[in-house]
């Protein structure tokens, strides 16, 4: 069983920054593809960006690219987010979510394709 649990959140003017932290206990980091998704009040959970077990591929929601980065430390056994120039529409709650991969290079969009979620970290960025 992994658990998963974010840090980072906060309130934030809009064009600003923050970086989201996901750390993981209770089995193999390396073993996992890591993705962060989004919920903001009234709309479904949405994909945000996703990373390979590697940390070689990554891939974002168009929303986001150019101004969200993910990162990962196996070592660490920490996956981050790196948000800048936020806007008022970035505002939700974040999730980090682990999908046990068999290759190093796969990442994943689909929250069906998750085995353990985090309890998700707010976000608010005021206009």
């Known amino acids: 069983q992994v658990q998963l649990i974010e840090s980072g959140g906060g309130l934030v003017q809009a064009g600003g920054s923050l970086r989201l932290s996901c750390t993981a206990s209770?089995?193999?980091?390396?073993?996992?593809?890591m993705g962060w998704f989004r919920q903001a009040p009234g709309r479904e959970r949405e994909f945000v960006a996703a990373i390979s077990r590697n940390g070689d591929n990554t891939y974002d929601a168009d929303s986001v690219k150019g101004r969200f980065t993910i990162s990962r430390d196996n070592a660490k056994n920490t996956v981050y987010l790196q948000m800048n120039s936020l806007k008022p529409e970035d505002t939700a709650v974040y999730y980090c979510?682990?999908?046990?991969?068999?290759?190093?290079?796969?990442?994943?969009?689909?929250?069906?394709?998750?085995?353990?979620w985090g309890q998700g970290t707010q976000v608010t960025v005021s206009s």
């Open positions: 979510a682990a999908a046990l991969a068999y290759s190093f290079y796969h990442y994943f969009a689909r929250e069906s394709q998750y085995d353990y």
């Open positions: 209770g089995g193999t980091f390396s073993d996992y593809s």
